[in-house]
């Protein structure tokens, strides 16, 4: 059973406040990011609902899928979207020896800056599953970087629960500035399909817009 929390934890924000959990505002601005694309048929799809809704947002993109799908990437980019870095291989932080990481970081950094579209030179980083050591996140932050985390996690990722589920993870959690994960990737899919266009409905109808990370 995965255990996580829906919404990030004040005492977590404030232990680890050198990280970006949300982007607190008064003008009733939140932000949608999504991780590990891009995606074949997924990532278009999600293009397709923001470019509907007229919404930019924030994408997390693996290294080595931007590599394999640079058309798709492109399209990310083309649409005015935020490009984040996620690593190359999707690494886990706390278990990958601090060399490799930051390679795998440097990597996708490079791999983002060559892409025909690509040259954005993105400062956004989101470690992959949250999970990153202290001494990797303070090279990437002398890097540069900022170290993009999240206020509300749609979990769409979880397969055990239900698309309901999902969709009522970001309506009941969202607050001015917060940053709303979702992933566009074959795994979350189904849940995403679902919760995606309802979450913007009704989030819409509760005041809030919609921005990039920057």
Not at 17 to 22: A, E, L, Q, T
Not at 207 to 212: E, L, N, P, S, V
Request: with cysteine; glycine share 6%; net charge positive.
């Amino acid at each position: 059973m995965k255990l996580y929390w829906v919404k990030t934890r004040w005492f977590i924000k404030r232990i680890f406040s050198g990280y970006v959990w949300d982007r607190p505002n008064n003008g009733n601005k939140i932000y949608l990011t999504f991780d590990d694309g891009p995606t074949p048929e997924v990532t278009e799809w999600v293009l397709a609902v923001l470019q509907e809704h007229d919404i930019k947002a924030t994408f997390f993109c693996i290294g080595n899928n931007i590599e394999k799908h640079p058309e798709i990437f492109n399209k990310v980019v083309a649409g005015g979207h935020a490009i984040g870095n996620h690593t190359f291989n999707h690494l886990n932080g706390w278990k990958t020896e601090n060399d490799a990481y930051l390679k795998n970081i440097k990597d996708t950094e490079q791999i983002i800056n060559n892409t025909t579209a690509g040259a954005v030179g993105t400062k956004l980083f989101r470690p992959p599953y949250g999970k990153i050591k202290k001494s990797q996140a303070a090279v990437v932050k002398r890097e540069g970087y900022s170290i993009i985390m999240w206020d509300v996690l749609s979990a769409d990722f979880d397969t055990l629960i239900t698309s309901e589920r999902c969709l009522n993870n970001v309506v009941e959690n969202t607050r001015s500035g917060s940053i709303i994960i979702f992933h566009d990737s074959v795994k979350a899919y189904k849940n995403l399909e679902y919760a995606l266009p309802k979450a913007i409905q009704q989030l819409k109808a509760k005041g809030f817009y919609f921005d990039k990370l920057a």
